[in-house]
Structures are given as C-alpha cells and as structure tokens.
C-alpha cells in the first residue's frame, strides 16, 4: 500500500477524532493519583470514547485486551491494565491510546511524573520535546529522516536513548498505515519525502539507559533491557503546504 493523501474531507474527520482523543487524555491526566489501578485509568478511556460515540481501536487489536495501553516506569509500551496494578507516587506513567471516529483513527501518547521525581520529569520533559524538534522538520519536500534526525539529536544531546526496534506509522482508516516513522537516523536510508495531505503519528519512545528492549511473557509489554526508565510522546499531525498541524490537540487542553 503506497502512503494515503487525505482529502479535505477525510483530514476533517480526523481532525475531529483528535479533538475528542486529547480530551480523553484530559480526563485520564486529571484521573492519574497514587492508588488508582491501571485498569480503572484504560475504563475510564474507553468510557469517555464511546461517549463521543468513537470505537477504542487498540481494544481486540490483535488481540490487545484493553483501550488504553500503560506503561509503568521500564515498560516502554504497551503495558497492559490490571486491576491489581495500582499507581504509586513517583511512578513514570504513560498513556497511549487510539481512537476512530466515522471510521478515521487518531492515536496519541502521554507520559506523565505521578508526583515529583526528579529522573522521571526530566524524561518525561525531554521525551516531549524531542516530538517538537521533529516536528520542525515535518514540512513538505523535507524526508522523514530529517524529522527522525532532530528526534535523535535532541534526545541524546541529553544523554538519553531512543528505542529503535518500534516507529511511528502513518494513520487513517487504518491505525498503522504506510510509512514508519522512524525516530532515529538509519544509514543511507533518507526516508520518503514528506507531500501535503499525509497524515503521520510520530511517536519518540526513550530510554534513560540503554536503547535495548525486550517484551514480556504477556507477548505485549515491552520493557527496557537495563531496567532504566522509559517514556513515550505521541501525536497524530497533517503535513501541509506550510507549517505541520497537530490533530490530537483541543482547545485548552496543554499537548
Ligand atoms: N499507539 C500504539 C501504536 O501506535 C497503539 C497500539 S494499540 C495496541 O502502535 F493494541 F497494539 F496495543
Ligand atoms: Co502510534
């Protein structure tokens, strides 16, 4: 499948769903305190995204069990919603779920400090703004190396490491759809050229430690290697004629 150019109409409906995605993380963020379970945060979501009539796209995706996908300190993504996993102060949490609306997904993540701590806060704020420096880049006639490339320098000019075995995709009708989204550089491998009308879900994971990773008997929840921390930034953007549109974001809600 080549890499799908929306059209004004489908870009309106993806608009959309990520207007009502970055309220569900609203609700979730305000929901995340010491002592909540995990699986309280994922029923939460799921009941904020059918109330705006959206399917959670992650719930029965090959055979995922859950809406949101949380992910607890090493564990980088997809971390799996329990009722006896509970929430502790100081935790590294993130959050990453997709919704569609009228058939068009929208996916986003959000990490979060759970009270102060220090290492945490500083990943988290990185791992932020390694989005944006990539975002900067995201222009038409640009490659996806160039995004990929501001991504990696910024996250490792502050001594950290990006995860390289997971990329973002391009997002639609489909959740993942053509091309990766790569979040580092890959030798002799530019990437495609960035055309209006794309629409991409740029997604830094990254690692206080080492970039290794490995999944867990669950088959899903990946974790670091080391044991370090881990934290994950995602939108879902429109490339344009001019600046980059992020989709995932609503009026007053902070991205
Ligand atoms: N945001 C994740 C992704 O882009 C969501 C995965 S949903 C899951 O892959 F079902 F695979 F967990
Ligand atoms: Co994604």
């Avoid at 002592?35 to 995706?61: A, F, N, Q, V």
């Avoid at 069990?65 to 090493?74: G, Q, T």
Wanted: aromatic fraction near 8%.
């Amino acid at each position: 499948m080549p890499v799908s150019i929306k059209t004004q109409e489908e870009i309106a409906l993806m608009r959309e769903a990520g207007r009502i995605l970055a309220i569900v993380h609203e609700e979730m963020k305000k929901a995340l305190c010491p002592g909540i379970s995990t699986y309280k945060i994922d029923k939460l979501g799921e009941e904020i995204i059918r109330s705006y009539g959206c399917i959670p796209s992650c719930l029965g995706y090959e055979g995922y069990p859950a809406s949101v996908c949380i992910s607890i300190n090493d564990e980088v993504i997809h971390g799996i919603p329990d009722k006896k996993r509970l929430i502790r102060e100081g935790d590294l949490v993130s959050l990453d779920t997709v919704l569609s609306y009228k058939g068009y997904h929208a996916d986003a993540t959000r990490s979060y400090s759970v009270g102060p701590n220090p290492r945490a806060e500083d990943l988290v704020r990185v791992t932020r703004q390694s989005f944006f420096e990539g975002l900067r880049y995201a222009k038409a006639g640009n490659r996806l190396s160039d995004v990929a490339g501001a991504i990696q320098k910024y996250a490792e000019g502050h001594g950290y490491s990006v995860v390289r075995d997971f990329t973002g995709h391009g997002i639609g009708k489909e959740m993942h759809e053509e091309p990766e989204v790569y979040n580092y550089v890959r030798p002799f491998r530019k990437g495609i050229k960035l055309v209006p009308g794309m629409t991409l879900a740029v997604e830094p994971m990254i690692n206080e430690g080492s970039p290794d990773v490995a999944i867990l008997d669950d088959d899903w929840t990946v974790v670091t290697c080391d044991g370090s921390l881990a934290a994950h930034y995602e939108n879902t953007i429109l490339i344009t004629d001019k600046e980059p549109v992020i989709l995932t974001r609503a009026d007053g809600i902070d991205l």
